[in-house]
């Protein structure tokens, strides 16, 4: 469905077992993706929240609408049912991705955690990343940041996705700590490190991504920006995490499998390797970087990310509406 009709209708995305479904027609044009990494039964509401209200308070950033929501005792459970993953598509052009805009109402909540997303924000991937390993059931809401719903800064005081809401009205907000509070809500396959060094070092190393980013950024601003210094700093950033999952010796940076740090940096890998095909001046697809590359090719196929995925042209044609200004959503 494409232009007047887009508008006015509603598509419910639904991932099953067997693949991408388009759902019902729902008033005005909410996008929302149904994420039931759950194969088969009744959707789970599987969210712990008792602990906003530990000591009577919630925090001031919260709605005050929130304030007062009462959270039924049946909700506080946490589910210790771990479904199977979901042998799910890749990008789908099914799924709409253009996102509410600022006259669309807010969907209603329905009782499932939900992410505010926009379909090409790594900062999002990470949270959608972290539900997906955790095989927890959520929906999605995309959101045109150009454009942004008057309801957004209810949901991130900062007017940026991503924005978990974890009861009608409770939202948590910036990619880390949606992802800690899923790893700590949902005790299934824990993502970070128990060590308190390890996990220190797993930040650094989250942290080492900032030159990757940085050449992303010029990537989608203005690639004749990026200079010697940037890229000295861009090949150091890969370099470290090479030498670093060497050091550890293992598959992934947490072990046999992928976890927060490797769910916490794909995005940005993601991303870049796109960009590797435009720019040759970023290309890490070398003998030098044969481990890494290895890598890549493993973390490309762990369900949580290849359920996820974006094609490369996609990718590559939503960042050149960066450059001419002219940002499209669905592509
Ligand atoms: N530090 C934030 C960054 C989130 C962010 O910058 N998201 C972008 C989309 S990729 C956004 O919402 N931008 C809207 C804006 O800056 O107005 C996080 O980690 O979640």
Known sequence: MTGAGARLCCVFTSFTA???RKGGVFGRRFIISQHRNMAGGAPKIDFNT???KKDGRTSDFFPSEAQSHKIPERQWQLSTVIPPVPETPQFDRAVRTAGCVLRDPLPPFAGKLRVYNMRYCPYAQRTVLALNAK????????VNLVDKPEWLTTKSAFAKVPALEIADGVTIYESLVTVNYIDDVYPQRPLRARDPLRRAQDQILIEAIGPLENVLIKMVRAPETIDEAALKAYF???DLLQEELKKRGTSFFSGNEPGYVDY?????IER???FQKKDERIKFDTPKYKLLGEYIQKMAKDPAISQYA?????????????ISGNIVYEL
């Open 310 to 322: 974006v094609p490369d042209e996609v990718l590559l044609k939503f960042f050149e509406g960066f």
């Open 272 to 274: 870049l390797l796109a």
């Open 18 to 20: 067997s693949g991408v």
């Open 264 to 268: 916490m940096i794909w995005p940005w």
């Open 50 to 52: 008792k602990h906003l």
């Open 135 to 142: 095989r927890v059931d959520y929906e999605v809401v995309n």
């Open 236 to 238: 150091k950033g890969w």
